[in-house]
């Protein structure tokens, strides 16, 4: 599938520019009734859930209107960005964006949306970390020696994911192509891995750090590495696997996208208020609780990442040769 980058830049670069005078009085009243932020994975503890809630309090209490959380988990979350393509463009549904939604524009043939095209960036909230852990029995100590461990025993390591194109899924199989190792995916779709890695049955994943990082400080796991660009201050003793990878980087990030034609002014007004959010001390604090980095910028920086990672993790999924399940 071919995909249109350069018209969603395009479209980025429109609400960063001067706005309309149509749009502007969209936005001058809004919002005058209660949002939507359509989340596509169930409510709970994970980052997306959470930062959701987080940024959803945050504008209600700056605009004056709630902006009420709505889980529609199921199918990677297409199913809650295919009600928010469908939805009147005016500011009232609104998505969570997240790394699936690049992921699935290649792992699906069969799609009825073009998130590149259909879905307009609003702003990036968190990036979020992810660490590549190993059981304890796993004798590396570094990521170098994970590998030359890795090379002596081709496909008799386990590696676990939340299921086959998931982010811990595609973040392992660019580690398996820049560093040539063989590594055996085992993906749970419907439960939590932690059991088995705990257990032994797997023996790394590339995990969320918000997910292991109580383990990681009882030593129950052992952290190789970060996967972000630069080390985290929440683990600032675990080096970055781009230290021994050289040009490795995969993590998670959330933000906020819409319909396309909603209208600049809203658009404008959004952007605003969540990067006023991503500069609030106490925001700040909840957002690190998370293990979350705040991803503030303009609307074109949020749709730049987006279609960013879109050509980069379809490049690895059609090498890896990952077909959704």
Do not use: C
């Given at each position: ?14 609400a960063?520019?001067?706005?309309s005078v149509?749009?502007v ?6 919002p005058?009734?209660p949002a ?7 409510a ?5 859930d959470?930062a959701a809630?987080l ?14 959380v ?5 199918a ?6 295919e ?5 009147p463009?005016?500011?009232?549904t609104l998505l969570?964006?997240?790394?699936p939604?690049a992921?699935n524009a290649?792992l699906y ?5 073009n998130f590149?095209?259909?879905i ?14 190993v059981?304890?029995?796993?004798p ?12 002596a025993n081709p496909?008799k390591?386990?590696?676990a994911s ?5 982010t811990?899924?595609v973040a392992?199989?660019l580690?398996?192509?820049m ?7 085992v ?7 932690y ?12 995990s969320p ?5 109580e ?10 590495a970060?996967?972000?660009?630069m080390?985290?201050d929440?683990?600032p003793?675990?080096p970055t ?6 040009g ?6 959330l933000?906020?996208?819409a ?5 600049s002014?809203?658009i ?12 609030d001390?106490?925001?700040?604090v ?8 705040p991803?503030?910028g303009?609307?074109?920086?949020f749709?730049?990442l987006?279609a960013?990672?879109?050509?980069k993790?379809?490049k690895?999924i059609?090498?890896a040769g990952?077909?959704?399940?």
């Amino acid at each position: 599938m071919t995909f249109p980058r350069r018209n969603f830049l395009q479209l980025a670069a429109g609400a960063a520019a001067l706005p309309s005078v149509w749009g502007v009085a969209w936005g001058l009243d809004y919002p005058t009734r209660p949002a939507r932020l359509i989340v596509g994975f169930p409510a709970g503890g994970s980052a997306a859930d959470v930062a959701a809630r987080l940024v959803g309090q945050w504008l209600s209490e700056r605009l004056g209107q709630q902006f009420i959380v709505e889980n529609r988990p199921g199918a990677a979350s297409n199913i809650a960005t295919e009600s928010v393509v469908r939805a009147p463009p005016d500011g009232y549904t609104l998505l969570l964006v997240t790394p699936p939604n690049a992921f699935n524009a290649t792992l699906y043939d069969n799609l009825s949306f073009n998130f590149i095209r259909d879905i307009f960036p609003i702003a990036g909230i968190i990036r979020v970390p992810y660490v590549m852990v190993v059981n304890r029995s796993v004798p590396a100590k570094t990521v170098a020696e994970f590998v030359t461990y890795a090379k002596a025993n081709p496909g008799k390591i386990n590696m676990a994911s939340g299921g086959t194109g998931s982010t811990p899924h595609v973040a392992g199989e660019l580690f398996k192509m820049m560093t040539g190792v063989n590594l055996t995916h085992v993906p749970y779709p419907r439960g939590s891995f932690y059991p088995d890695l705990l257990g032994g049955e797997v023996q790394v994943a590339f995990s969320p750090m918000i997910a292991s990082i109580e383990f990681i400080r009882a030593a129950k796991l052992r952290a190789l590495a970060v996967t972000t660009a630069m080390r985290v201050d929440a683990l600032p003793d675990v080096p970055t696997v781009g230290e021994s990878v050289p040009g490795y980087e995969a993590s998670g990030w959330l933000g906020i996208g819409a319909p396309k034609n909603t209208p600049s002014g809203i658009i404008e007004k959004l952007n605003k208020e969540i990067n006023a959010g991503l500069n609030d001390p106490k925001l700040k604090v909840r957002i690190a609780e998370i293990g979350g980095i705040p991803l503030a910028g303009s609307a074109r920086d949020f749709g730049k990442l987006v279609a960013d990672e879109t050509e980069k993790w379809g490049k690895v999924i059609r090498a890896a040769g990952i077909k959704a399940e």
